[in-house]
């Protein structure tokens, strides 16, 4: 029996090294951005010859819950609307494999200040026509932090309350030379999607869909859940991660 | 004291009337052992048939994806030379140029997850130049061996496992190695320095 | 065997079998969390805790689903069964803090109810791949709860043995639905071969342990016994019956237990009215029948337990001719007193 604890403890498949700040909250300054997701644009500083870049942070509520109902909260409390504005927020970071979001929790009063003279520049957009991907549709936020493991059929349940919760699902798609990478997913007119998404979230399906490229985060415009499909059938022999293929997705270089 | 005639004595008690009612339904009387093994024993049978199948079902039934097509992607082409590289067990630095050594690359392969929210490439002023390359610009660049960011030049940001390839200036005739610095802006740390020799 | 209640019995026994399970769990878990953060070191505590608290509870239930049969083909093992209740409640315990996280983890601070939300979040009852495994949990967990809390012989009588058996039956349904807990949840994600030898392994022992002694036992019930006379059936010769010692013998639904004691032979019902354990297996202590399995005593010439207790089983007619003892099957009611048969001379035909 001792040695059945010694097989499950050292048989189990490694987790991931995302990171959650869990009671540590971090001040960002950026753009906020409504849409495509709430999200706040961080520039870094200008190099010796002025170049910056930038990430794009997309953020989450407390819980299970998008952070859309924070931010109009905000935006009542301050009298003011905060899309495209330059906002410092207050929240916690969680981030892996190079995707971060941050949590913003009204009781931590996350607003610390709004900059409404900062000159706003637009995100860089840019079509990449109708993609084909092979991944698995997850919540961002267990998944890039919060859970491990977050993802597949244990943290199914727990997907399907974070994305009717209001978070934007995301496609997360691995190549066969262990590449990953990572497309939000909203339907056809750019709203989220929630429930349409139930059956498909943590299993492996196919994709068909126009992409966006905003920023650094590409966006996929589902056209209806006939646009989906769950991919493989009954097997014998179960490949391990990382064997699922796919187009590769299209690198971004945001260095300006 | 007969404690069943008192748990059942005053038919207003709810519990009383429902294991009465149960009583009467269950068929299965435990006195009766034989009886009892018996249902023991068809219970294993069943469990002894539905076990192993349930078992090799939930198995075949774990999704397995379909391999796709594998298209190439439109990456720039890579140069031919490797000039410097340094491996570590989360990326692998390699710089590149063609055999003019007028154009150079760095080509940044990204093995591991990222552990923190951002990772942006600068390059610093070596230690052994007075000037980052520009040809015919002895003044500009900032002290040798700085690493201040606001001192760098930005390379580029690496997000997700892949490879990250990006175009850099260099004065291979002035310069003795290349001084680079991961960087996260979001928490203001350096993750890393690399040194490449030139 | 008494009419008052205490939450439990403490006797030496009991203490040293709880030390051994408290022992037992203490080990098990310092080596799955001791050797998971050093091979899987970017595990949680909320993973190591529902990992943990898990896989030891189904160990466990393997352990206690095992007992049964082991004693019932070797009986070096009744010492296990003794307290069999305590690792049962334990098994639960483990359960449920394995389940109670796991829906605060999964379906807590979400804009559902998380116990409806464990229902509602996957419907997919009719997909194999995409199965809402936790509900399979949650029944198994219902199963247990309200074995643990009717656990104690005070329910054992309040909600008679009846009703009080067959809900115990369910630990059946229970293990059907762990197993397929397992199978459709955690296994669709670790697709490790490994896990799934074991947890077939650990099933095939258990429906071989059941099943071989299942077919011991059936193969007790279904001897024949042909010689009749007078009502009375020819079952043994006096000298196989050892001093304060039983056989048992099956005549029809009854099992019989036949002692020989203070040179007579008695006959009474073999199931001890306790949790139904074989008097026939006991011995003659003091004067008295006592169950092997929790002690509860009747005296052999009317069947019922020494005062103050109240428990009485069937007595019945038994003849030595002979040296060849011959016994009634009809039995008499419950606590009737029965002389027994005498091994002097003056009693052989």
Redesign the interface.
């Known amino acids: 029996m001792i040695a059945v604890a010694i097989i499950f403890a050292m048989q189990q498949k490694k987790f991931s090294t995302s990171r959650f700040e869990f009671g540590q909250l971090t001040e960002v300054k950026g753009i906020y951005h409504q849409f495509p997701v709430p999200s706040i644009k961080v520039t870094t500083k200008q190099d010796f010859f002025g170049h910056s870049t930038y990430i794009t942070i997309p953020l989450v509520g407390y819980g299970k819950f998008g952070a859309e109902g924070t931010i109009a909260e905000l935006e009542k409390e301050k009298n003011i609307l905060l899309d495209k504005m330059e906002v410092t927020l207050k929240g916690t970071l969680l981030y892996s494999d190079g995707k971060t979001l941050l949590q913003i929790d009204k009781n931590e009063n996350p607003l610390i200040g709004v900059n409404a003279g900062k000159t706003y520049s637009p995100p860089v957009i840019k079509e990449l026509g109708i993609l084909h991907l092979t991944g698995e549709i997850l919540d961002p936020k267990c998944y890039l932090g919060v859970m491990k493991p977050g993802s597949g059929k244990p943290h199914r349940d727990c997907a399907i309350r974070c994305i009717e919760g209001g978070m934007s699902p995301v496609l997360w798609v691995r190549t066969d030379k262990g590449e990953t990478s990572y497309y939000l997913i909203l339907d056809k007119n750019g709203k989220k999607m929630g429930d349409e998404l139930k059956d498909y979230i943590a299993d492996p399906v196919a994709v068909e869909a126009r992409a966006v490229q905003y920023d650094d985060w590409t966006i996929l415009f589902l056209n209806g859940k006939d646009k989906i499909r769950r991919t493989g059938g009954l097997s014998w022999f179960k490949t391990k991660d990382g064997d699922i293929h796919c187009s590769p997705p299209p690198k971004i270089n945001n260095a300006n | 004291m007969d404690l069943q005639g008192d748990h059942y004595s005053g038919n207003c008690c709810i519990l009383a009337i429902i294991i009465k009612a149960l009583d009467k339904c269950i068929k299965i009387e435990i006195l009766m052992i034989k009886p009892q093994r018996r249902g023991h024993y068809y219970a294993w049978i069943i469990l002894a048939l539905l076990l192993p199948a349930g078992i090799v079902f939930a198995w075949l039934a774990i999704s397995n994806a379909e391999p796709v097509k594998w298209i190439k992607s439109s990456n720039s082409d890579l140069l031919p030379l490797i000039k410097s590289s340094s491996r570590k067990k989360e990326y692998c630095v390699s710089l590149r140029t063609d055999k003019n050594y007028t154009q150079w690359q760095l080509e940044w392969e990204n093995i591991t997850p990222l552990t923190v929210p951002t990772a942006v490439i600068y390059r610093m002023p070596s230690r052994n130049a007075l000037h980052y390359g520009r040809q015919g610009n002895r003044n500009e660049g900032g002290g040798p061996g700085s690493t201040k960011i606001e001192d760098g030049i930005l390379v580029g940001r690496i997000e997700a496992r892949g490879i990250y390839v990006f175009p850099i200036n260099l004065d291979y005739s002035g310069n003795q190695e290349l001084n680079l610095i991961l960087y996260d802006f979001i928490h203001q740390q350096i993750v890393d320095t690399i040194n490449l020799a030139l | 065997m008494s ?1 008052s209640y205490v939450a439990v019995g403490w006797n030496r026994q009991k203490k040293i079998y709880d030390w051994l399970i408290f022992g ?1 769990c203490f ?2 878990l310092s ?6 953060l050093i ?2 070191g ?3 505590f ?2 190591l805790l529902i ?1 943990s608290s898990s ?2 509870a189904v ?1 466990l239930l393997h ?1 206690i689903l095992a007992i049964g049969p082991l004693c019932r083909l070797n009986k070096n093992f009744l010492p296990l069964l003794y307290n069999r209740r305590h690792l049962g409640v334990t098994m639960f315990s483990l359960a449920l803090l394995h389940g109670g996280f796991s829906i605060f ?8 109810n998380p116990f409806v ?2 229902f509602i ?4 009852y009719d997909s ?7 509900a399979l949990g949650f029944f198994a967990l219902v199963i247990f709860f309200l074995m643990a809390i009717t656990s104690h012989d005070f329910w054992l ?7 009080w ?2 809900l115990h ?1 369910f630990v ?1 349904l229970a ?2 639905l762990v ?2 807990h397992v ?10 071969p ?3 030898i ?3 392994a650990g ?2 022992i258990l ?1 071989a342990l ?2 071989l002694a ?1 077919i011991k ?2 193969r007790f ?1 279904n001897r024949k016994f042909n010689l009749i006379k007078g009502g009375f059936v020819y079952v043994c010769s006096v000298d196989e019956l050892e001093n304060s010692r039983a056989k048992i013998f ?1 005549l029809g ?3 019989i237990a036949v002692f020989r004691h203070e040179s007579k032979i008695y006959a009474i ?3 001890c009215k306790h949790q ?1 354990g074989p008097l026939g297996e006991g011995k003659i202590i003091d004067g008295c029948i006592t169950c092997p399995w929790h002690g509860y005593q009747y005296l052999p010439h009317n069947g019922q337990s020494p005062p103050p207790f ?1 428990e009485k089983v069937s007595t019945y007619d038994v003849k030595v001719i002979n040296d060849v003892v011959w016994l009634n099957p009809k039995p008499y009611p419950e606590g009737m007193e029965r002389s027994g048969a005498s091994l002097t001379i003056d009693n052989h035909e």
Do not use: W
Not at chain 3, 158 to 163: D, Q
């Open positions: 009419t037992f080990v098990y080596i799955f969390v001791l050797l998971s091979f899987n970017e595990i949680t909320e993973t990992r896989t030891l160990l352990v983890q999964f379906h807590s601070l979400s804009n559902t939300s464990l979040s996957n419907t997919n194999l791949a995409a199965f809402p495994f936790q009588h309040n909600l008679s043995p009846k009703v058996k067959t039956m059946y293990y059907f197993l397929m199978m459709f949840g955690v296994i669709h994600y670790e697709r490790n490994v896990f799934v074991i947890i077939f099933a095939v429906v059941h099943l299942g036992e059936r019930d099956c639904k009854e099992r019902h073999n199931v139904g109240k």
